[in-house]
């Protein structure tokens, strides 16, 4: 890391610089320091602490904090090494409910000024350990239609007949048929509240979806194959391409809309300017993984020990396939490593076009 460029944190609108410590005898850990006024200053600013309500009690000041208990032991640190620092560096005491107990971080002090700045410190650390956790859920639009599976197996059989001497092609990289969907972005949702704000978050996106599709399920062609890399003799995704039927860029605005408002909210990180609508039809990390089925292609797979395939004939024989059309009438909320009665993903919530 360049000591002079450190990477940079915005935390309620506030830039904070992270510096990597290094302790003898401690895996490496990572220190935060408010970039803004000097520490007087910012203590005085602290008071107001907007984010979070500190109220006066009878032997000073208290706050709880709502905190993901996966998330306890990067505040508690090695040996309570890192609570023990805050609580040094901040005047404040900090209370942790024990681990795997889903509850409140509470912090108190004699000082208004020490309750804001651990709690400000807290809140750094926790959003900075958030963005290291895999995602849990991720939005989807279902291609699992019968028609489209038909389709989808039609498809397998053939290029399994057709193609299965070109390198790495075998029945193993193929999706399940009952998982086939588009990603519209992750999110790593880390207990039940947090499901249940992204649930809430999810149902107030309805109504623009519902403006843009007109009340109306959107009929969609799933026509054409494509691969994700630039060689065709080594590729490690091929999906199947997906359109409104009468050429509309509908379908994209709802993608774009939905990232937009749960990036707004702090649910999502923005990867791209625009989704990429696309449907994993193929995947070389099936191979080396049976449960990598349930991604589906969802998120960013480590590349490690993955074996390529050669795509070109299928290309060539396949690249205008038509899998089928369908009704798409739904957004869902999916949850990862997951299969409910008819073989998707089980849902934590969702809301419809119509």
Known sequence: MDVLRPPLININGRIYRRNIVKEEHYEEEEDFSYMGPSESEALEEDETCDSHFIEQTDKGYRCAIDVPSVLYKYIIGKKGETRRRLEFDT??????????????????????????????????????????????????????????????????DEVLRQCSQDHGVDESIFQNPAKLHLTIGTLAL?????????????????????????????????????????????????????????????????????????????????????VKLHGTVMNTLFRKDTTAENRGGAGKPSTSEREAF?????????????????????????????????????????????
Not at 319 to 347: A, H, M
Request: proline share 2%; glycine share 6%.
């Open 310 to 354: 050669d795509a070109r004939s299928i290309l060539k024989k396949f690249g205008n396939y038509g899998f089928g059309e369908f009704e798409l009438n739904t957004v869902q909320l999916s949850q990862r490593y997951s299969t409910d009665c008819t073989g998707y993903y089980s849902s934590a919530g969702s809301i419809s076009f119509s």
């Open 91 to 156: 005047k404040a005491s900090i209370s942790i409910p024990k681990q795997g107990i889903e509850g409140q971080i509470v912090i108190t002090a004699a000082q208004k000024a020490a309750v804001s700045s651990a709690v400000t410190r807290v809140e750094v650390l926790v959003e900075s350990f958030r963005k290291k956790q895999p995602f849990t859920h991720f939005l989807s639009l279902p291609l699992n239609d019968s028609k489209v599976q038909e389709g989808f197996q039609t498809f397998k």
């Open 190 to 274: 880390l207990n039940d509240t947090e499901v249940r704000k992204a649930c809430a978050h999810l149902q107030e996106c309805q109504s623009f979806i519902r403006d843009i599709t007109e009340g109306k399920a959107l009929l969609l062609e799933v026509t054409g194959i494509e691969y994700m890399n630039d060689d065709p003799a080594m590729v490690d995704v091929l999906y199947a391409k997906v359109s409104v039927k009468d050429g509309c860029d509908r379908l994209q605005m709802i993608a774009d809309r939905l990232v937009e408002h749960f990036v707004s909210v702090g649910l999502m990180v923005r990867e791209w300017d625009r």
